[in-house]
T-cell receptor, first 114, second 114 residues
Framework: DTGVSQNPRHKITKRGQNVTFRCDPISEHNRLYWYRQTLGQGPEFLTYFQNEAQLEKSRLLSDRFSAERPKGSFSTLEIQRTEQGDSAMYLC????????????FGQGTRLTVV | AQKVTQAQTEISVVEKEDVTLDCVYETRDTTYYLFWYKQPPSGELVFLIRRNSFDEQNEISGRYSWNFQKSTSSFNFTITASQVVDSAVYFCAHGGGSNYQLIWGAGTKLIIKP
């Protein structure tokens, strides 16, 4: 296993379109996180899965955002009716159990809404 | 609420100088973790170190060392004999609660000049 994988790496979309990103975590990790990062800022938490259960969502996650992790493996993040303010780097991370809580990140998906 | 402050927005030093990156945190958790991540220009967040709140032992790894002091709520990171490849944005983060959601500082951009 080579780490967390995210696809696509870059996405340019027109305002109002829907986009979907995929994250494949490290295989033995049961925790999966989505973060958003804008230029010059630290990442902001969006949502968290433990196995297939979505246990927490940030208030940053409006109704236009939805995330799934159907079989506790890969996860998808969908943004409906994109807005220019959605332009950011979307980061996925995974981590193991209590003894190894550090999160390992993918390379991110950079979204540009034009 | 949990908060992480990295007061140094940008630091610029000449290669081979030692440099310390500051991190101060606020937390209500009795048990928590602190992390440092490196984000090179390629964009991927790279995990450097995790400290548990109950373990204040300082750690050294090659040219990197970390000083964790609960009394001052600080977790500082020192690079000894800096190299150009150390140039990156460095983030300090706090993880706690049941989901280890990370709260991030704003990052310190480190520039190492040859």
């Amino acid at each position: 296993d080579t780490g967390v994988s995210q696809n696509p790496r870059h996405k340019i979309t027109k305002r109002g379109q829907n986009v979907t990103f995929r994250c494949d975590p490290i295989s033995e990790h049961n925790r999966l996180y989505w973060y958003r990062q804008t230029l010059g800022q630290g990442p902001e938490f969006l949502t968290y899965f433990q196995n297939e259960a979505q246990l927490e969502k940030s208030r940053l996650l409006s109704d236009r955002f939805s995330a799934e992790r159907p079989k506790g493996s890969f996860s998808t993040l969908e943004i409906q009716r994109t807005e220019q303010g959605d332009s950011a780097m979307y980061l996925c991370a995974s981590s193991g159990e209590f003894t190894t809580p550090e999160a390992f990140f993918g390379q991110g998906t950079r979204l540009t809404v034009v | 609420a949990q908060k992480v402050t990295q007061a140094q927005t940008e630091i610029s030093v000449v290669e081979k100088e030692d440099v310390t990156l500051d991190c101060v945190y606020e937390t209500r958790d009795t048990t928590y973790y602190l992390f440092w991540y490196k984000q090179p220009p390629s964009g991927e967040l790279v995990f450097l170190i995790r400290r548990n709140s109950f373990d204040e032992q300082n750690e050294i790894s090659g040219r990197y060392s970390w000083n964790f002091q609960k009394s001052t709520s600080s977790f500082n990171f020192t690079i000894t004999a800096s190299q150009v490849v150390d140039s990156a944005v460095y983030f300090c983060a706090h993880g706690g609660g049941s989901n280890y959601q990370l709260i991030w500082g704003a990052g310190t951009k480190l520039i190492i000049k040859p």
